[in-house]
């Protein structure tokens, strides 16, 4: 006999000895167990297949919103429109509060940018205008005193307008001075070289740029008692910037009056302060007389 057939004889036998024949139908428990397990196997089945439907098209679905606030994002940003960063709505969309937070601060940083470039634009037209207008004015009244010059009988007629002329080209003069150092600053050509220089040679420095004309309206120029110290600055163009306030308060100051200057040493800065007898600034001029060319009513 063939050894395969002799053990599978012997297996039908201890099998049948526990009860199982192979001929025999299932018990029916054996076929209820069967058969709830299939089923359980089939809905388990369904219901991955089901949420990974209903899932995917979550997802499909959240990202259309998500491109679409994107998209909209996107398109009021190039409108110059930021009013998104606080909309609860818009970004109540987004559940990575991480990229929300981005989201606010790249669109702060753009809004500052678009203001600030707008700023410069409406500078811009403002300071053409004002170019236009300074200019204008020295030049019509050069015109005027030539005119009056060639036709004046008198050498004292045609001194005064002399006079008057040199006025305007002084003025003239310091306006092409102040556009080159604009023209110079906004195209970086300007730099601050900075050196050791103590706070008398600077205001030595400022001082004489302006005494010429100062003396020639009879105004004193009183420095008060200062501990002289030494800085770390710029010293040409930190003269010229006090010379420029100096020359201003000799501008507008009463003749036979006095320019006092004070100095504050502080804990982190040194103050200078430049008081004149003239009529003074408005307050609610303050805030713009840093502005390029910028000019008070009360001229």
């Not at 005119?147 to 003239?172: C, H, N, P």
């Not at 804990?267 to 430049?274: D, G, P, T």
């Amino acid at each position: 006999m063939n050894p395969l057939d002799n053990g599978k004889k012997q297996g039908e036998q201890i099998m049948s000895h526990y009860g199982y024949d192979n001929d025999a139908p299932l018990p029916s428990t054996y076929r209820k167990i069967l058969t709830i397990y299939i089923s359980c196997l089939v809905l388990i089945l369904f219901l991955v297949l089901s949420y990974t439907f209903i899932f995917a098209g979550l997802i499909r679905r959240k990202k259309k919103i998500f491109d679409n606030n994107m998209l909209d994002i996107l398109d009021k940003c190039l409108s110059e429109d930021y009013s998104f960063i606080e909309d609860e709505k818009i970004l109540s969309t987004f559940d990575d509060s991480r990229f929300v937070d981005l989201l606010i601060k790249t669109a702060e940083k753009l809004k500052l940018k678009t203001d600030y470039l707008n700023e410069e634009r409406d500078n811009t037209k403002s300071l053409v205008t004002d170019i236009s207008h300074q200019l204008k004015t020295p030049i019509s009244t050069m015109s005027s005193c030539f005119d009056m010059y060639v036709e004046a009988d008198g050498e004292k007629e045609k001194a005064e307008f002399l006079t008057r002329s040199r006025m305007q080209i002084e003025k003239l003069k310091n306006l092409t001075a102040s556009l080159v150092n604009i023209s110079r600053l906004e195209n970086k050509m300007i730099t601050l070289n900075k050196e050791q220089i103590t706070l008398t040679e600077l205001l030595v420095n400022a001082v004489n740029t302006v005494y010429h004309k100062a003396s020639a309206k009879d105004i004193e120029l009183i420095t008060e008692d200062f501990d002289d110290i030494t800085l770390y600055m710029d010293k040409k163009w930190t003269a010229e910037a006090i010379a420029n306030v100096l020359d201003n308060a000799v501008k507008y100051s009463p003749c036979k009056s006095a320019i006092r200057i004070r100095i504050h040493k502080l804990f982190s800065f040194v103050r200078l302060e430049i008081e004149d007898e003239g009529p003074g600034i408005p307050k609610n001029e303050i805030t713009y007389i840093f502005k390029r060319f910028f000019r008070g009513k009360n001229e």
